[in-house]
């Protein structure tokens, strides 16, 4: 068995580890299946097993035709939550069969346990949404050229311009159809290139 298979099977296997899990819901009702799940977590006494939920959601400022604006809360994944879970085969029922859940993202099917979300995608989504708790400690800084890890610029070569430390982002320069163009990557997506 390789090394990448035996990390596959420790992901779904370990049940003692905590993780997080994609769940698929209908769209619009992200809010009332993540209150399905709150209530069932203590009546069917899984709280040693499911930990948090959440719904992505970010602040969207709406401007009325009144010139009035509104804050709205937009879901930035549509018919799905976020939950932080030990994959015990009770968990495991009670969260698949809660009123609205259609099923885990990364299983199978066939009672197949599904794929966790790896921690550094998951940190990348807290992060944006104000909940994140590790801060990635960089070796590069502004003016040294990065490798883009992930995302639509993955393997691209770029300079970083600026860093927000705060938010953990750096402003990349790249070249894309022959101009320098900037883009806003988080740092846990970029890995500085040695000197040669």
């Keep these: 068995m390789s090394e990448m298979d035996e990390k596959i099977v420790k992901a779904t296997d370990d049940e003692n580890e905590v993780r997080w ?15 399905n799940l709150e209530k069932r977590l203590e009546t069917m ?3 040693e ?10 602040e969207e400022i709406v401007i009325k035709k009144n010139n009035k604006s509104e804050v709205k809360k937009v879901n930035m994944f549509p018919g799905y939550i976020f939950v932080q879970m030990k994959m015990t085969d009770q968990a495991w029922y009670v969260v698949r069969n809660t009123p609205g859940v259609t099923g885990f993202i990364g299983s199978s099917g066939g009672g197949a346990k599904p794929f966790p979300v790896s921690e550094d995608e998951m940190e990348s989504i807290l992060r944006r949404m104000g909940h994140g708790d590790q801060k990635v400690v960089v070796d590069f800084q502004v003016g040294d050229n990065v490798k883009i890890l992930t995302g639509p610029f993955a393997n691209m070569i770029g300079r970083i311009s600026a860093m ?4 953990q982002i750096a402003t ?7 101009r320098e163009t900037p883009n806003e990557i988080s740092y846990g997506d970029l890995q500085k290139l040695e000197e040669e």
């Design 21 to 35: 899990y994609v769940v698929n819901t209908y769209a619009g009702h992200e809010n009332r299946v993540k209150d």
């Design 172 to 178: 990349v320069m790249t070249l894309l159809f022959g």
């Design 164 to 167: 927000n430390d705060q938010t």
């Design 45 to 47: 006494g899984i709280q």
């Design 49 to 58: 097993s499911l930990f948090r939920i959440f719904v992505a959601e970010e």
